[in-house]
């Protein structure tokens, strides 16, 4: 009995290995779309609010209507959605970040990938590069939609430019941080330590037991 006993613990130990990696890989899809959503609504605030009247006034009123129809849904609150205008206007709007947007930093690749293809290693901003143009949706999903919402709302604000946000985004997909981890590292100083011009992606999937993999998997955006 003793040689079945132990197959069959082989066998649960890689089943539950397969289950856990598969949960994973379905909270960063959901994550993925996630962003795609938020992205896309940042980008059409910004349009409507230069071409109607509401101006301002147009993120309380669009936050009354989608909770009305999605009570449930968190990230549609007036705080939310301010972040939602912000994230797209930091990545996108030189005139108001006083930066090139990230199309003109991020290699074409990162954001034609399909999503289940594993990336290779690419440059984030080299010299060696031409400048090209990238599609307004999306930003390097393979990439971004690794780590949740709320890590990207501490970014955008501690992060004074996109290189310096794409540091961070590279490190916490790289050591599975928590946002706490991230926050921490931000106010540390690490990025004027250790950032380089140079900001090296590569797609892996967070560790089924780290802190990063279980804010993916609990993440409360995560269209409710």
């Given amino acids: 009995m003793a040689k079945p006993a132990k197959a069959y613990h082989h ?10 990696s598969a949960q994973i890989k379905a ?29 301002n006034k147009l993120i309380e009123q669009l936050s009354k209507d989608l909770l009305a129809e999605f009570p449930e849904m968190k990230g549609f609150s007036i705080t939310n959605l301010y972040y939602i205008k912000r994230w797209f206007q930091f990545y996108n ?10 199309a003109q930093i991020l290699p074409q690749v990162v954001a034609e990938l399909p999503a289940n293809k594993k990336l290779p290693q690419v440059v ?9 143009q990238l599609p307004v949706e999306p930003i390097v999903p393979q990439v971004v939609g ?19 946000a794409l540091f961070f ?14 926050v921490h590292q931000m106010e540390s100083g690490l ?32 269209f409710d």
């Fill in 11 to 20: 066998w649960l130990q890689q089943l539950k290995e397969r289950i856990r």
């Fill in 27 to 55: 909270a960063i899809r959901v994550n993925t779309e996630l962003l795609h959503l938020y992205w896309g609504l940042g980008r059409e605030i910004i349009e409507k609010e230069k071409e109607t009247q509401w101006g």
């Fill in 93 to 102: 709007h030189p005139e108001i970040t006083g930066q090139q947007p990230v």
């Fill in 124 to 132: 984030a901003k080299s010299p060696l590069r031409k400048k090209v």
């Fill in 146 to 164: 690794q780590i949740p919402w709320g890590h990207h709302r501490e970014i955008i604000t501690k992060c004074k430019d996109i290189n310096e």
């Fill in 169 to 182: 985004i590279s490190q916490t997909t790289q050591h599975n941080w928590s946002r706490s981890v991230l």
């Fill in 191 to 222: 990025y004027k330590r250790k950032g380089k011009a140079l900001t090296n992606f590569e797609y892996t999937l967070p560790k089924p037991q780290s802190d990063l993999a279980n804010e993916l998997l609990k993440n409360p955006y995560h």
